[in-house]
């Protein structure tokens, strides 16, 4: 990997380490109230996440991309991890649209949030290494 590349990977991977160590409690207390029928409120928290929750897909296409050559079993535990976070939007997006508050529940406990605790453990994996060497 080139230097330049190394540097955009450490940084970028701090930034998403930071959102995710924001975003996945804030998801997490999004479930109850969306069990309990409280639509309002929890989807427009989650519908201002959209925009993070981009910014992550973009990271997990990049770092694969990036790694491919070099680290191809990280570039393919990144390729797992974007299918399943591509599996889990679409059904929340559909839960979003129809107001299904139970539908967007279960999808962000059981799909959504564990696919991002994945990825905070690749994304500190990575930034450790990157601190030994």
Same mark, same amino acid.
């Given at each position: 990997?080139?230097?330049?590349?190394?540097?955009?990977?450490?940084? #970028? @991977?701090?930034?998403?380490?930071?959102? =995710?160590?924001? *975003?996945?409690?804030? !998801?997490? /207390? +999004?479930?109850?109230?969306?069990?309990?029928? #409280? @639509?309002?409120?929890?989807?427009?928290? =989650?519908?201002? *996440?959209?925009?993070? !929750?981009? /910014? +992550?897909?973009?990271?997990?296409?990049?770092?694969?991309?990036?790694?491919?050559?070099?680290?191809?079993?990280? *570039?393919?535990?990144?390729?797992?991890?974007?299918?399943?976070?591509?599996?889990?939007?679409?059904?929340?997006?559909?839960?979003?649209?129809?107001?299904?508050?139970?539908?967007?529940?279960?999808?962000?406990?059981?799909?959504?949030?564990?696919?991002?605790?994945?990825?905070?453990?690749?994304?500190?994996?990575?930034?450790?290494?990157?601190?030994?060497?």
């Amino acid at each position: 990997m080139k230097p330049e590349d190394a540097r955009v990977l450490l940084e #970028s @991977s701090k930034e998403v380490q930071d959102y =995710l160590q924001r *975003a996945i409690p804030a !998801l997490e /207390g +999004l479930v109850e109230p969306l069990r309990g029928g #409280s @639509s309002g409120q929890p989807l427009l928290i =989650l519908a201002s *996440a959209a925009d993070g !929750l981009d /910014g +992550l897909a973009q990271y997990v296409a990049s770092v694969q991309m990036l790694v491919s050559v070099g680290t191809p079993q990280l *570039a393919e535990n990144m390729a797992g991890l974007e299918q399943r976070f591509a599996k889990a939007i679409g059904p929340m997006v559909s839960g979003m649209e129809s107001q299904d508050s139970l539908l967007v529940a279960d999808v962000l406990e059981y799909e959504l949030i564990p696919v991002l605790q994945e990825l905070e453990s690749v994304v500190d994996g990575l930034l450790s290494q990157s601190n030994s060497h």
